[in-house]
């Protein structure tokens, strides 16, 4: 190429980057005015009529933008079921239940798990009064449900039922430990571990799915329940339900990623999951990279019709919707008004944890599993003193990992090599009184998890590959002094959301480096207005719009149904069973 060609190459690339930049800011202008201008055009509005007139243009045209006018409450949720969804009864089914009872002694100890899914949908079944089905795994979960199996929930203000269904150890072995975590967990997240798929555990997985849709059904107190099904444990339950249950309105959230349709194809038992989760009515994932992934999925193996512009799929006689949800939190989280200011917090994160005053605390906080890249943020620390060996005894990193499926291999290997590895910095860096890492494989309530975000200078949440990540919404809903930074991976669903936090490759251990350096002396006014822009996200974007963002599209296809009828659409086929002879079935 001549020199002439390489200046006009030259000269027309920083042309183009000078028209990019410029639409960049033009572009962030516009979203910021009408962040702004969001809560002025609620603010206006009186309080009850305008909202339902913004709810019935939402279910009308299906609008985000009309949706991100309603100001998303439990009592916008309750308005949505009793006007849109009239007498709907709301049925949740989760692996995880959300409160745990344990014999500790003679005495009954209630938990709540910290958990990202019980989290984002305990305060839905709450304002919905509904019904939540989950495993009962506590050691004196027996002793507390009556003869139906069921406790109400919470304890302090009881709002709706805890259905508990009983596994048996091999049961909980095939089905959740086997094929959901050593078959689905690696083969759905990007994070190099080979996926372990036996025999023996799918036939488990099919028979706990088959117990769960029993439960189902026999917890039914009519033809026409709304059943959220939630997460890679049950791909096989909505078409189970659908059987059963034909008028039911099914919607299942996968919280995970779903892999591109190459990586999807080593599962032996591909087209099953595919014709189990097309019993939906509804299939949720938290971006649309992924439910364009599972529409790739079922082009490739299942003979069905696909409508791409409407995101739906005719598959069986039937057509299921494939959306994007974000999920998010409860905004403003109920915990915060109880804790005490940031800098109390941080005496007591400090004393509990034996960090030395003055020193700028890294936190990372989750379950200690392969795909959040606990390693990968060590190496960065280790970069960071290696280059900038001037913050050796000027900070540390607070590691909270809760242990995970401990029996499996894989997480006692990780575990191992945390530990290894944390050593090992606080060999080579530590001195008397300082360890740059410091390890904490326990469990800690939400309580104390919320103190040590409150306590952080910066929250490093790097996942390999995640579906979204709620760490990094909690810190910066903890954050309302608008302090702390924020370092998040590239690869977790949040980073569509939080594009003010630091985001990096987690793969990079350089990267990250840089990006915990310019955190740790990131300006106080920059920290707050990175951090204001992100809470006015979380705010916007919280769990209550989630679920009736799900709940108003529920309504849509009810409304649908409810005008097939009336044009004199076919009954039902004559081989369903009625309600009460299946619960009869599903009893014996």
Known sequence: MTGDNLGFFSSTSALWALVMTSLVFSIAAVLASVRRNRRRVVEKLPPAEPERRL???????????????????????????????????????????????????????????????????????????????????????????????????????????LRRVWLTEEEHQ????????????????????????????????????????????????????????????????????RERLPQAIVITFWHIPWPNSEVFSICPWREKILDGLLGSSIIGFHTQFHCNNFIESVDRFLESRIER????????????????????IEWPPALLGS???????????????????????????????????????????????????????RVTFLQVAAPSRGTLT?????????????????????????KPVVMVAEHHTQRQVYE??????????????????????????????????????????????????????????????????QGLMMAPEEQCSRMRRMREIVADNNVYRWAGSMLMDAARLRKRDELDLERGAPPPPSNVVPLAERRYMAVR
Not at 348 to 377: H, M, N, P, Q, S
Not at 480 to 497: K, Y
């Open 410 to 434: 894989s997480y006692r290997q990780l575990h191992e090599e945390c530990q290894r590895l944390a050593e090992d910095l606080n060999q080579r860096y530590g001195r008397d009184g300082y």
């Open 55 to 161: 709810l019935r243009e939402f279910e009308k045209n299906g609008n985000s933008a009309s949706a991100a006018l309603v100001k998303w409450t439990p009592a916008t949720v309750r308005r949505i079921l009793a006007e849109e969804l009239p007498d709907a009864q709301v049925i949740v089914v989760s692996n995880r239940e959300p409160y745990i009872h344990d014999l500790k002694g003679d005495k009954v100890e209630l938990v709540v798990p910290a958990s990202g899914l019980v989290s984002a949908l305990e305060p839905i079944t709450r304002a919905c009064a509904g019904t939540w089905i989950a495993y009962g795994g506590g050691t004196a979960d027996r002793l507390m449900v009556d003869q139906n199996d069921r406790v109400m929930v919470p304890p302090d203000d009881p709002s709706y039922t």
């Open 309 to 328: 512009e409407d995101a739906a799929i005719s598959y069986g006689g039937q057509t299921s919707l494939v959306h994007a949800y974000p999920i998010s």
């Open 174 to 241: 095939g089905y959740y430990l086997g094929f959901a975590n050593e078959g689905l967990w690696p083969l759905c997240h990007i994070a190099f571990t080979r996926p372990v798929f036996r025999e023996s555990d799918w036939q488990t997985y099919e028979a706990v799915n088959r117990k769960f849709a029993d439960t189902v059904v026999s917890e039914a107190r009519n033809e026409r329940p709304i059943v959220l099904v939630q997460d890679y444990h049950f791909a096989l339950l909505p078409r189970m339900i």
């Open 452 to 517: 040590i975000y409150r306590a952080a200078d910066l929250c490093m949440v790097t996942s390999l590959h995640d579906g979204m990540n709620l760490v990094a919404k909690e810190f910066v809903a903890s954050r309302d002094d608008e302090q702390g930074v924020l370092v998040l991976s590239a690869f977790a669903g949040a980073a569509r959301e939080l594009l003010e936090a630091l985001i990096v490759n987690p793969y990079d251990a350089a990267m990250m480096a840089e990006a915990m350096l």
């Open 339 to 393: 804790l005490p200011p940031t800098d109390q917090c941080r005496a007591v994160v400090f004393a509990r944890y034996g960090i030395a005053e003055g020193v700028k605390l890294c936190v990372g906080v989750e379950r200690l599993d392969y795909t959040k890249g606990i390693l990968d943020r060590f190496h960065a620390l280790d970069h960071l003193f290696a280059t900038h060996p001037e913050w050796i005894g």
